[in-house]
T-cell receptor
Framework: GNSVTQMEGPVTLSEEAFLTINCTYT??????LFWYVQYPGEGLQLLLK?????DKGSNKGFEATYRKETTSFHLEKGSVQVSDSAVYFC??????????????FGQGTTLQVKP | DVKVTQSSRYLVKRTGEKVFLECVQD?????MFWYRQDPGLGLRLIYF???????EKGDIPEGYSVSREKKERFSLILESASTNQTSMYLC???????????FGQGTRLTVV
């Protein structure tokens, strides 16, 4: 079945450091891929998405590229801020006739940015 | 903005109690979902619904049931709460065939 694997956390960085959070997936067909973010005490918010191979999703300085050849969707940011401290979830949903709106999530990666 | 509202942020219940978690969305979304979030496991789908009075099991439905009598409201029911159901519960909604889901703030349930 479909699955998502994220790198283990927590990740601790200093402000202005470069961020990469790895995400790989297993899926049939052509899933849509997502990064969701959960700030302390809040629900999940969509950070960015990509719906087909080679698409690049971007938002708030974060980027991720849908790589079908490596089944990956790594999250990157060039210079993190303290306000980026949160839990980040990689997720996928089905495509075409299998697009039921259900999301399959990775285990989440906690990011802590220190001043 | 789309709003998904969960009725409680924190709940403490006793083992064996029947527990209701309520979720309401205000954007006429067809799809609604209940997930539970546990450290190291991410979010796992409990139940979902595509329409009023329709429901389908997710990956971990055991010990749970749901009710969707109105389009905007999706209730999660723990028939007899157990300590292993202590968790964060997240409700979400989306338009039919949309790729974007909107989440509530979550209900942290503790069963003692």
């Amino acid at each position: 079945g479909n699955s998502v694997t994220q790198m283990e956390g927590p990740v601790t960085l200093s402000e202005e450091a470069f961020l990469t959070i790895n995400c790989t997936y297993t899926a049939t067909g052509y899933p849509s891929l997502f990064w969701y973010v959960q700030y302390p005490g809040e629900g999940l918010q969509l950070l960015l998405k990509a719906t087909k191979a080679d698409d690049k999703g971007s938002n708030k300085g974060f980027e991720a590229t849908y790589r079908k050849e490596t089944t990956s969707f790594h999250l990157e940011k060039g210079s993190v801020q303290v306000s980026d401290s949160a839990v980040y979830f990689c997720a996928l949903s089905g495509s075409g006739s299998s697009n039921t709106g259900k999301l399959i999530f990775g285990q989440g990666t906690t990011l802590q940015v220190k001043p | 903005d789309v709003k998904v509202t969960q009725s409680s942020r924190y709940l403490v219940k006793r083992t064996g109690e029947k527990v209701f978690l309520e979720c309401v969305q205000d954007m006429d979304h067809e799809n609604m979902f209940w997930y539970r979030q546990d450290p190291g496991l991410g979010l796992r789908l409990i139940y979902f619904s595509y329409d009023v009075k329709m429901k389908e099991k997710g990956d971990i439905p055991e010990g749970y049931s749901v009710s969707r009598e109105k389009k905007e409201r999706f209730s999660l029911i723990l028939e007899s709460a157990s300590t292993n159901q202590t968790s964060m519960y997240l409700c979400a909604s989306s338009k039919q065939v949309s790729v974007k889901a909107f989440f509530g703030q979550g209900t942290r349930l503790t069963v003692v």
